[in-house]
Structure formats: C-alpha cells, structure tokens
C-alpha cells in the first residue's frame, strides 16, 4: 500500500552540513535550498511562500534571541532558530 | 432574490473591516457547530436583493490543517456560496494570493477585493486591476476598507456576480508544470468516469495529489475510487521522482510561480526606496536592548490606566447601585420578595457591576495593541519565555488578558493553532489574578497588613505567575505531552487604529462580561442570599433582645448617675463665690466643670454605641451560623481548620466559587454591615480582626483566595474552550488541590518560623 503521507524530511545530502538560515546574521539574504523537518512544518512555511528559490532577508533577532524576523515575498514572518536550523540557504550578498 | 455570499481571505487582510462595511450593525456572532471558532453572519440589501454574508475563518490556505481552515472549506465546498468575496491585502499580494489561487479551483463565482490600496499606494505599488481580473478570471476592486472607499463599487459588483449566476461563467484554471497536468489529466479522468456529477473535478485532483487526506476518503467512497487512490498513488511517485520533492510542495510552489507571473504583468513599484515607517517603529519597539523594557512599561501602563482611570466610573455605579436599592426597599413592603430584589439581585450584581469600568478599559487597551498590530510583537518578545513552559508566544496574549478576567481570557485562547495548546494555556489561565480578587486582596491585606498592603498584594500577582508557569511545565511533561505547533508568525505592518475599530472589539469582549453578569452571577447571588435566607426562624441561645435591654438600662444608669454628679458640683461650687446663676454660668469654674462632663457623656455614649454594635454584629454572626449557609461553613470547617481557618472563612470561600467578588459581600453579610460593602468598609475591616482571623490565616486566605477556581463563569468557559468535562472537573481539582496545598505550606511552615506574630 502506498503511503500517503511523509512524516519528517530528511534534508539531502547535499545540503546536510551546509548553511543554515539561522546562521544568516541580520540584513544577509539568502535562497533557500530545501526546508527540512515535519510534513506540516514544511507545509506552513511553503504556504507562507517561503518555497524553494525564494529569497529571504533576516531582518533581526527578538531580544531574547529567538524567534527571529524574517523579510519573505515583501512581508515580516517570524520563525524560532530551531526551526530555521531545518532550512538549507546559500547566501546571496 | 437572496443570495449567500461568503468571505474569505488571510488573517489580518481586513475581513472584519470589510465585513462591518458590508453589513452595517446588523450581525450575528456565534459559534461553528461543534467548534470554537467565531462565527459571524449578516446581512445587507442592494437593489431589493438581500444578501446573506458569511465571515469565514481568516486562512492562509485551504488545506484542513487547522479547525479554522477546515471550516471554511468545508463551507465553501457544501454550503456553495452564491458569491466568494476574496479581501487581498494589496500592500501584501503575493502571500494573499496563494489562498486566491485555491479559491479559484473551488469554481464558485468570484469577486476579488483589493483592499488596504492606501497602504499599496504608500509602498509604491501601481496595481493593474484589469489586468489583474483578465488573469485571475474574476473581478477585481480596489477599495481602502478603513475609509469605505469603493465600497458601493463593490456591492455593485457582487450582485452582478450574483445575477450572471445562470451564465455559468467559467473562471480559469490555475496551469502547472507539464509534467504535473499530465498526471493531473490521469487522476481526472478516472474522475470524471466515476460519474459524480457534482463533484468539482479539477480541485479534487489537485487534491489528491497534494496527498489531502479528507479528499481521498471521499474519493474512496466513489464508485471506481480504489483505482482512482491507485493512480493517485502512482502519480505522486512519478512527480516525486521528478521534483525530488512530496507532491504538495511541488504544487504549492507552482502556485508561487502562477503568481509571481501574473505579478510581473500587472504590479509595478514606483518607489523601490520608500521609507517603510513600520519597520522603523519596530527597530525601536522590538530592539535588541529597548524591546523588554518598553514591553514592561506598557504593561505597567495598561495596568495604571485600568485601575486609576477605570476607578472614576466606579465610583458612580457603585452610588447608583445604592441608590437603586434604597428606593426599591422604601418603595416595597418588607417582605421575602424585597429581599430577594434587593439584597440578593441587586445587591449581588450590583457589586460585580462597579467592574465593568475596569474591565472595559482593560479591553480596549487591549484592542488598541492588537489593532496596531503590537499583539504580533508581544508574542515575538514573549515567545522564547513562553516557549519554555511548551507554549506559543502568542499564548502570552490571553495570560495577560487573565489579568482582568479570566472569561474573556479563556475565550482568547482560540488565537492558538493547535488544539494542545489552547489546552494547556485555558488551564494555566486560572491562576493569573483576574481583577476580581482584586477587592478580596484589598479587604483582607488591608485589614492585617494595612503598612505592607500593596506589597502583600503584588506578592499575589506574582505568585499566581509562578503558579501558572509551574502548572504549565508540569502539564506539558505529563498529562499534554508532545510538540506545539511550529511557531510560525506573521508580522502586519503598524497601523494607526480607527475608533471604530477599537469600540467594536471592546464591545464584543465586554458584552460577554456583562452577559456573565446576567446570567451565572445574578443565578448565583440569588443562590447565596437564599442560602443566607433560609430557615427564616433560628432559635438563638443567647437571648439578645434582653442583653440589649441590659446594656440600655446600665447606660441609662451610667448617664443618670454622671448627671446627678454633675449637679451636685455644680451646685457646691456655686454657692462658694457667686449668688446667682447667671453670673456663675459665666465663670471659669463652670465652663471646666461642663466640659469635663460633656467630655465623660460622649464617650459614655461612645461605648453604648459600640456595645449595642458588637452584641449586634455577635447576633447577625449566631444567627447566619443557623442558616444553610452557616451550616454547610461548619460542615467544611475541619476541612479548612489546618489552613487557620474558621467556619467564616469557609462560608466566603464558598461563595467566591459563584465570583470571587461575592467574597467580599459576603463577609459584610457575617459581620452584619450588609452585603454592600467596600473594601475599606471599616465594620468588616474591625469584624475580621475580632473575629479571631491571625495574620498568618489571612495570608493563607489569600493564597488560596488566589489559587482556587476563579468562578462559575471561569468553568462555563474552560467547559466551552476545551469541549469536554474531563479537562474541566480536572481544572477544579487541580486548583482547589494546590490552594489547599500552598495555603497549608503558608500555614504550617510560617508557624514553624514564626512569621507575622
Ligand atoms: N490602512 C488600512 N488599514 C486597513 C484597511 N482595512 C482594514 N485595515 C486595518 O487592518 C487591520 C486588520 O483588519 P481586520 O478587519 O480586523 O482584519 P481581519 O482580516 O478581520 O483580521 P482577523 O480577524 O485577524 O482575521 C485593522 O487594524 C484595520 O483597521 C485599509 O483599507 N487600509
């Protein structure tokens, strides 16, 4: 039987130690290359738009650190480093 | 005609704006059957047609992960609204359109609404709504929903979409990659064979292999639907194979890409450097340094206004709450009627009533940071604290809101996702101090602690905020263990808030305090002052009518006897030095004489007084000892005794389950001032203290005062929010379980060290 659905993503070899969003420091951009982790984690994200290719600015840092604020498609998203660590970037400036 | 028109769009596009635009006051907000989402209908007319308006769910998608998105499909798909009204924040257009792309594949005749055009227009942005329409296969209207601009525009249209209806306009398809039509072809056909005539083709395909489970149930239903699942199957793997990714990705991004090229054709930024202000502000209120103190100083704000200016209105409501009463018991014989009115509606209400002020302010302080959008950055600061105890920094939003009242608070909680969490943050709110306990604290702190009183009261505050972070970490390892829902927050631009706006959302908050009143408080108040009511006839030991007789006749003895002394020196000093009266009366000698005696009748009359009140306060004590409510008190007693308290205590613990405001009537109600009292009412301050209470039971009083079920209101809404009765007994339980705990800890080990004595 064919199963429908995919628990968690495991991030290509590739990418597995390369850049990760959360080492963006803020004001870098980067592309994203693959988002990893749950099926609805990587879900939400896509919906937000935060799809492969797309550019994302950090912006900054919550006073505590975390979450952090990220600039995607021309609006403010927030995520914490814990989840940004799922997602592979190369930096672009 | 009538037609059904629904509305949909992301959170925050402006829908409610929109809506109140459309509809005008005629709204109705309940509840979606089985689930605790607002729901709000309404209705307008145009042209002698009458439209009925749905206000669905703000979602980012449809695909059924949350209640609020299974909502509105399921009543976009079933219900099949006449006219979809999609609200898109044109200052936003490439995100709002992703929900767009699949309003479409629904085929409902559709009118698209670009509303916050001010905003677009502030970035820069020239929109081509023509353009816009060709290519999304629907109408389009810019409209600035704040001002009402373009709103006519927009009825207009809507009813013309709504006539064309029988024209069967057929709106476009969403293209996606080659390879996926190809699939999409297969899955279709296969479809379309099964022979279900009402079923919308195109988007159950699309579904199928965004691997939508609830579609492919329904598809297993069809006749044929195991082989349509089989090549569902085969289709992901083979756009699995190609994309190197799950086919819901793959097609979201092509959604992505639909959009962005029908962007490049039709937007166009006439000011790549405009200054984005909102980002500015945010530098400054989210900063690395500034961001918690400022955060600080608006909770200490919100606070100082609530209860400094919420204070005036208080003192207004509470005069005509007087008021009302003694006119209604002159006006009424006395009778059991009159005292049900007076004492127990009036009287009980009434004292819960001189909140409202508060609670309003609080709500619209409130609606203020939500609607300049600082809520998103609350949860921002708050999240990583938040985050500790297992929760969203979202959640920090009803907690603060527990501050005033627990009700609307636990109402708040449907901000969150996931089911868990709104869980866990409805039965941690209990413990932040609702406004309520304010007036026990202030009556009680007051009258043992009256150098530390504010002192005593924050340490309250703060350890309801510990209690709520202990209880939540406890709860998240045990009873609602697993993951919260990935954080995942949209951040809207500041915004000025229209009054509009803001007196709308207070209302809607506060008219459910004041149902609360209507309803479980009056119902309780009457509860308590039957309880207090009945049996009519108690046999006292103690024969007061003849103590009273007694202490009359020694204070008439006393008086007579100071008197007759008083002449007699009178008399012996006249007649050393003056003949006659008048000219003594004049003399130094008889002006001290006098005045020692007025001096000695005033305090004679003093401690008449104050004995006829004691013996008076001693009988109303013996007399409500008789009632229900004094027997079901002895009956907790030993229960309550290890926490230093006596029957008294027991009695207003008890009645503070209905509200805990009741508490404090109540001891007006034992110490025989009356059940309207306030807190700095000095019969109750002075009954408390001679009632044997210790400093160190008050505290523990307090503690659990603070610690125990809030109220009824409390249980009727955590029943609501959680849906079930199991989390609500556990609720009750729990609290009652670690007030008695804490309170005994206070108890016990202050006897140990000897504190307060
Ligand atoms: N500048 C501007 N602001 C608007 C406009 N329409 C709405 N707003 C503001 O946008 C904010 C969100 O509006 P709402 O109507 O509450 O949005 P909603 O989509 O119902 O939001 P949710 O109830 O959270 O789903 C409010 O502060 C409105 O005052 C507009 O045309 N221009």
């Not at chain 2, 306009?169 to 099964?194: F, G, K, N, W």
């Not at chain 2, 194979?241 to 490049?264: E, T």
């Not at chain 2, 209690?467 to 697993?482: N, R, V, Y």
Request: one cysteine or more; a neutral charge.
């Amino acid at each position: 039987m064919f199963n429908f659905n995919k628990p968690r993503h495991q991030l290509s070899n590739d990418y597995s130690d390369g850049l990760r969003l959360n080492d963006l420091k803020p004001g870098e951009i980067g592309r994203v290359l693959e988002i990893g982790g749950s099926e609805q984690f990587r879900l939400r994200l896509i919906e937000m738009g935060l799809t492969k290719d797309t550019e994302v600015c950090v912006d900054k840092f919550a006073p505590l650190r975390d979450p952090m604020e990220l600039i995607v498609r021309g609006y403010h998203l927030s995520i914490r480093g814990q989840d940004a660590q799922k997602i592979a970037v190369e930096r672009i400036n | 005609m009538r037609y059904n028109i629904a509305i949909a769009g992301n959170p925050n596009c402006g829908k409610t704006t929109i809506f109140n635009a459309l509809t005008g006051a005629r709204q109705h907000v309940g509840n979606w059957p089985g689930v605790t989402v607002e729901r709000k209908s309404g209705k307008y007319t145009q042209a002698e047609h009458k439209f009925d308006v749905i206000d669905l769910p703000g979602t980012y998608s449809l695909a059924a992960f949350s209640a609020e998105e299974t909502i509105a499909r399921q009543y976009l798909i079933n219900d099949k609204p006449d006219v979809v009204v999609n609200i898109v924040d044109a200052s936003n257009l490439e995100r709002n359109l992703f929900l767009t792309t699949q309003l479409i594949e629904l085929g409902r005749p559709m009118v698209i609404v670009l509303n916050m055009m001010d905003m677009a227009t502030e970035k820069g942005l020239e929109i081509d709504a023509d353009t816009l329409a060709t290519l999304l296969g629907a109408p389009v209207i810019p409209v600035v929903g704040r001002s009402g601009a373009g709103i006519d525009l927009l009825k207009e249209k809507i009813l013309r979409v709504a006539r064309e209806l029988s024209l069967k306009s057929r709106p476009i398809d969403i293209t996606y990659p080659r390879d996926i039509e190809a699939e999409l072809e297969q899955v279709s056909a296969l479809l379309t064979a099964s022979g279900d005539e009402n079923r919308l083709v195109r988007w159950t395909s699309v579904k199928l292999l965004e691997s939508d489970k609830q579609t492919r149930d329904e598809v297993r239903a069809l006749k044929g639907g195991e082989a349509i699942l089989e090549q569902t199957a085969r289709s992901i793997e083979h756009i699995e194979r190609l994309f190197k990714d799950v086919g819901r990705a793959v097609i979201s991004h092509a959604r992505y890409g639909f959009i962005q090229g029908a962007l490049r054709e039709c937007v166009v930024e006439t000011l790549p450097d405009a200054v984005d202000y909102s980002r500015r502000v945010d530098r400054l209120l989210t900063n690395r340094w500034l961001g918690l103190p400022i955060f600080a100083l608006f909770m200490w704000l919100m606070f100082k206004v609530t209860f400094d200016l919420g204070s005036i209105p208080m003192g207004w409501i509470d005069s005509g709450v007087v008021f009302l009463m003694n006119v209604i018991s002159a006006a009424l014989p006395q009778s059991m009627f009159a005292s049900l009115l007076v004492d127990g509606a009036i009287g009980g209400v009434g004292a819960i009533a001189v909140f409202l002020p508060n609670i309003f302010m609080l709500f619209f302080i409130i609606a203020i940071l939500e609607d300049t959008g600082y809520m998103a950055r609350v949860a921002f600061i708050m999240d990583r604290i938040m985050h500790n105890i297992g929760l969203h920094g979202k959640a920090f939003i009803p907690m603060i809101m527990g501050f005033g009242c627990n009700v609307p608070a636990i109402m708040g909680t449907r901000i969150l996702e996931s089911r868990r969490d709104r869980i866990l943050t409805v039965l941690i709110n209990p413990f932040m101090s609702c406004s309520a306990r304010l007036p026990v604290y202030v009556l009680v702190a007051g009258a043992f602690f009256p150098e530390n009183a504010a002192t005593v009261i924050f340490s309250m505050y703060i350890l309801g905020i510990v209690a709520a972070i202990g209880s939540g970490k406890l709860f998240s390892k045990t009873i609602l263990k697993g993951m919260s829902k990935p954080f995942v927050l949209e951040l809207p631009p500041y915004q000025r808030p229209t009054l509009r706006s803001l007196v709308l959302h207070t209302w809607e908050r506060g008219f459910l305090f004041i149902q609360k009143m209507g309803t479980v408080i009056l119902v309780g108040s009457v509860l308590i002052w039957a309880l207090g009511y009945f049996p009519t006839q108690v046999d006292l030991e103690r024969d007061y009518s003849a103590e009273r007789a007694q202490v009359n006749q020694v204070y008439d003895q006393d008086l007579s006897d100071l008197t007759a002394k008083f002449k007699s020196s009178v008399q012996a000093s006249k007649s050393v030095y003056h003949s006659e009266m008048v000219e003594y009366k004049a003399s130094s000698g008889y002006q001290e004489l006098n005045d020692q005696y007025q001096t000695l009748r005033t305090s004679l009359s003093e401690a008449h007084t104050n004995q006829l009140y004691s013996l008076r306060q001693q009988e109303v004590g013996d007399i409500t000892e008789q009632k229900w409510i004094g027997r079901i008190g002895k009956v907790f007693e030993p229960i309550v005794a290890p926490l230093g308290f006596s029957w008294r205590e027991s009695v207003a613990l008890i009645t503070g389950f209905v509200a805990k405001e009741i508490v404090v009537s109540t001891f007006g109600v034992l110490f025989g001032v009356g059940a309207n009292v306030d807190e700095g009412n000095l019969g109750v301050i002075s009954g408390l203290r001679s009632s044997g209470m210790t400093p160190l039971a008050a505290l523990s009083f307090l503690v659990f005062t603070l610690l125990y079920t809030p109220c009824l209101a409390t249980v009727a809404a955590i029943k609501r929010e959680t849906g079930t009765w199991s989390y609500t007994l556990f609720s009750i339980g729990y609290s009652l379980g670690l007030a008695y705990l804490l309170a005994f800890g206070v108890q016990y080990f202050g006897g140990i060290f000897n504190w307060l004595s």
